[in-house]
């Protein structure tokens, strides 16, 4: 039923008066008259009879008019609640970053947002590239940062930067005191990885070509990667931004290792105003902090 029909049988129902009720709801006469028939038309009851050069409700009218003002009341209750609330109510941002991911950039604006937008807040989750990619499809999250852009019509990537890698080795290693290290020297010594499937069926381990990766331990975080180093359990390769100040672990360049980052997000799905604006201030600080 169209909404502007029932406002203007409620003036016209109020006043009596198509002349009247016209000027007051600012649209010409024969507009009004071609809606209240429309309406008429469509329930099929009058709503108004003549009376000399006036209209007065019939007994349908003067029913529908106590159950059409009362729904406009609470409509207009609603709408002004609406209005009112969404002024107060908080902006969650969901964030997906893949681990590690510009820890410093993206903790820094965030931390600007919530000192200076007292509305904002955020929800991060850190987990690998494909399954911040499937949250992004179910609308879990709103954008993520992810280390790889796939083909599927659905997502949309924008790419931010390159990132380097470096090795986390603890700091009494052979290989700490070395300026850059060669991907080959790490051949062999125990690993620390990233989201790494250890599950594999015997099956698979017998058919698999021999390979020099002696990953002993997965992990989901840069931080747990970085305890298990401290503690001697093997290397790990971090990425540039996660390198940390710690004496118990040397950080090593490594050689020829790059990967580019994207921003990920549903293709042409709408975010609100001011969702869109902390994303868009996001690339332009990755993208201005690492030119």
């Known amino acids: 039923m169209n909404y502007n029909y ?10 009596e008066h198509y002349t009247l009720a016209a000027a007051r709801l600012e649209i010409s006469q024969p507009s009004l008259s071609s809606a ?8 099929g009851v009058k709503l108004f009879e003549k009376t000399g050069r006036n209209i007065r409700l019939t007994e349908e009218g003067r029913y529908f008019q106590k159950k059409v003002d009362a729904a406009m009341a609470e409509l207009n209750t609603a709408t002004h609640t609406l209005r009112a609330s969404r002024e107060r109510a908080p902006i969650v941002v969901r964030l997906g970053l893949v681990s590690g991911t510009l820890q410093g950039i993206a903790a820094e604006l965030m ?16 987990d690998a590239a494909e399954n911040l990619m499937d949250m992004v499809r179910r609308q879990d999250l709103h954008v993520a940062i992810v280390d790889t852009a796939v083909r599927d019509r659905s ?3 924008r790419r931010l930067r390159q990132r380097d890698f470096c090795v986390a080795l603890p700091s009494g290693h052979p290989l700490a005191e070395m300026e ?5 020297l790490l051949t062999d010594l125990p690993q ?11 099956q698979e381990w017998a058919s698999e070509s021999e390979t020099h990766e002696n990953i002993l331990c997965q992990v989901n975080t840069v931080q747990g990667a970085l305890d298990l180093v401290a503690a001697g359990a093997g290397f790990a390769v971090i990425p540039d931004e996660c390198v940390p100040a710690r004496p118990d672990i040397a950080c090593i360049r490594l050689e020829n290792r790059h990967q580019a980052l994207y921003l990920c997000m549903l293709y042409d799905r709408w975010l609100a105003p001011p969702v869109w604006e ?14």
């Open 180 to 184: 850059s290290i060669n991907p080959h």
């Open 155 to 157: 997502l949309h990537f």
């Open 192 to 202: 620390i990885a990233f989201h790494t499937s250890l599950d594999r069926s015997f």
């Open 111 to 126: 931390a600007d947002y919530l000192a200076h937008e007292k509305r904002f807040r955020f929800h991060l989750t850190e």
């Open 278 to 291: 902390f994303v868009e201030r996001l690339v332009r600080t990755i993208r201005q902090r690492t030119t």
């Open 6 to 15: 029932l406002r203007y049988f409620s003036v016209l129902a109020q006043v």
């Open 36 to 43: 209240i028939h429309n309406l008429e038309t469509e329930l």
